[in-house]
């Protein structure tokens, strides 16, 4: 099971690009890289996953480097809203469970 | 309408206490997930069921007993509440038991043992 290593909190200001790195060294060929997003007082929520390169969607782009021992979760243009706890995992093929490490506190300033 | 659902929200109780959790996906997804999250923020897996059997059963007290009477449902039950079962748990589903689908989460049961 790949370990990850992610910073405990991070503070932005309203409107900036917000970048969570994300290690981790000993990922396997055929694990992926998932976030998630976890609000107070709600479950997390599927954010975003990739292999490798870049990926993007309506909420947020991934980038993976080609040795695969880190990853970026990047958040354009953060508000109010966007503030929770932002969760890496790395999934392993045909794992039966997700496991979460202790996340970053992106906590999002007016 | 809500994909995964819980019930109760909050749960008070006494220690020595017998209480159930109930769990309801609408997503039509073939494997669901117990996690608890303790104070410290900790989101641990405690059970994961796949077609109503169970796959994953963590280092979890013998008083925690899932029952999944369908696909659809995975309830949990608690015998003998301690103080330390206080947590929020939470329920989710995905689509396998592939780690690599999306899981979905329901907003969690406040668990609170007095």
């Known amino acids: 099971l790949a370990k990850t290593t992610q910073p405990i909190s991070m503070d932005s200001y309203e409107g900036q690009e917000v970048n969570i790195t994300c290690s981790h060294n000993?990922?396997?060929?055929?694990?992926?890289i998932t976030w998630y997003q976890q609000f107070p007082s709600q479950g997390p929520r599927f954010i975003i996953q990739g292999y490798k390169t870049k990926v993007t969607n309506e909420v947020a782009s991934l980038f993976i480097p080609a040795d695969r021992k880190s990853s970026t979760l990047s958040l354009p243009r953060v508000s109010l809203s966007d503030t929770a706890v932002y969760y890496c995992?790395?999934?392993?093929?045909?794992?039966?469970?997700?496991?979460f490490g202790t996340g970053t506190r992106l906590t999002v300033i007016p | 309408d809500t994909a995964v659902s819980q019930t109760p929200k909050y749960l008070v109780t006494q220690m020595g206490n017998d209480k159930s959790i109930k769990c309801e996906q609408n997503l039509g997804h073939d494997t669901m997930y117990w996690y608890k999250q303790d104070s410290k923020k900790f989101l641990k897996i405690m059970f994961s069921?796949?077609?109503?059997?169970?796959?994953i059963n963590e280092t979890v007290p013998n008083r925690f007993s899932p029952k999944s009477p369908d696909k659809a449902h995975l309830n949990l039950h608690i015998n003998s509440l301690e103080l330390g079962d206080s947590a929020v748990y939470f329920c989710?589903?995905?689509?396998?038991?592939?780690?690599?689908?999306?899981?979905?989460f329901g907003q969690g049961t406040r668990l609170t043992v007095v």
């Open positions: 989710a589903s995905s689509q396998d038991a592939g780690g690599r689908t999306e899981a979905f």
């Open positions: 000993n990922i396997a060929t055929n694990d992926y």
């Open positions: 069921y796949n077609n109503k059997e169970l796959i």
């Open positions: 995992l790395v999934v392993a093929q045909g794992a039966n469970n997700l496991f």
